[in-house]
């Protein structure tokens, strides 16, 4: 590591291993990321760990995950071969599980239970709640916080981008830490939120956000034949029962898609002018889209190839996870100080 990364400001963000990494995915979080990594020591990490508050029971599905979510990253533009990119793997850095329990020590368990994502993601659960996913949002402060400068030699803050629905956990985030802070003295760093332009792509079915669980995704490294039987089944206006009938444009999922992956403005244009008084059909319409994901799709899967063939992503993995353990291990020992639990000859 040389001097320019340490003394770079930080950035941590991540992502859960559950399967592949899809057009929502870019819209709400990479495409932001990539310029980011000029400006911070970028910590990406693979929350493996958090994986398994939902999917404690198919670990195989984690492990092949984490090789494709480095994969993926590599092929939208995120270079862990820059001293200043760090891909982390979350199970490998042990400092941030005794971090996460004297963190607990100041967390209130109802701020826990009024947190917007588990109050959401709890209804959907289809056994009792863990203790490790009610803990999920003093995990996430872990590995947030670990990142920290100590506040007593460098005013800074920790960069955070997210997704809008995970804004809640960046309050979270503060609040844990102001309350660490007030009752030991400056031990973490704030972190700021940066959310997307976009916020969020609807699925092809046009009735949820994009996700894997609800199996309305386009992922990245899908093949062509893939993207276009998914676009071609994608969901338009309901109330358009033929080419000639005026559509509704707002709210149409091939345009939300449209608006984000074609970069041809005038034929966006005049799709949605045509489409508004009836004088363009839902598989022309469609059909432009298809060429428009797969000009943005192609690029992507060719790094994802050369990644593929020669890339050793557990070396990646490895390197970036040996520096966030350094940061760990100084965070946890500050941490430690501040509580004044001592340590045995």
């Known amino acids: ?49 958090q994986a398994l508050t939902t999917h404690a029971e198919n670990p195989g599905l984690i492990v092949q995950a984490v090789e494709d979510v480095v994969l993926d990253w590599v092929s939208v533009g995120l270079d862990p071969t820059r001293s200043n ?39 959907h659960l289809k056994k009792s709640a863990t203790v490790g996913f009610m803990t999920y949002v003093v995990s996430q402060a872990a590995d947030i916080l670990f990142v920290s400068h100590d506040p007593n030699q460098v005013k800074s803050s920790i960069l955070v981008p997210v997704g809008e629905d995970q804004a809640p956990h960046l309050r979270d985030n503060n609040r844990i830490a102001s309350a660490f802070n007030k009752l030991y003295g400056p031990t973490f760093n704030r972190c700021n939120a940066l959310i997307g332009d976009v916020g969020r792509l609807v699925g092809v079915d046009g009735q949820a956000k994009m996700s894997k669980s609800a199996g309305n995704a386009i992922n990245l ?19 358009r029962t033929s080419a000639d009938v005026p559509g509704t444009v707002e709210d149409n999922p091939v345009f939300i898609y449209h608006d984000a992956f074609n970069t041809n403005v005038e034929e966006v244009a005049d799709l949605k002018d045509r489409y508004k008084k009836g004088k363009v059909g839902d598989v022309e319409v469609k059909k432009k889209l298809i060429v428009a994901l797969e000009s943005f799709l192609e690029p992507i899967r060719a790094r994802r190839a050369d990644a593929k063939k020669n890339l050793d992503t557990m070396d990646v993995l490895s390197s970036g996870t040996a520096r966030a353990r350094e940061l760990a291990a100084a965070t946890v020992e500050r941490t430690r100080s501040a509580m004044h639990l001592m340590r045995l000859p």
């Open 1 to 49: 590591m040389d001097d320019k990364s340490k003394s770079l400001k930080r950035l941590l963000t991540g992502i859960r291993p559950t399967g592949p990494l899809h057009l929502g995915h870019y819209v709400g979080a990479l495409k932001q990321w990539i310029p980011l990594q000029d400006e911070y020591e970028c910590f990406f990490l693979i929350a493996d760990i």
């Open 85 to 123: 990119v760090h891909f982390v793997l979350q199970s490998e850095v042990r400092e941030l599980t005794e971090l996460t329990v004297y963190l607990g020590m100041v967390t209130p368990f109802t701020w826990m239970e009024r947190n917007p994502t588990i109050r959401e993601e709890r209804k």
């Open 221 to 239: 490294k899908d093949d062509p034949e893939t993207v276009k039987n998914l676009v071609m089944g994608m969901f338009t206006d309901p109330k």
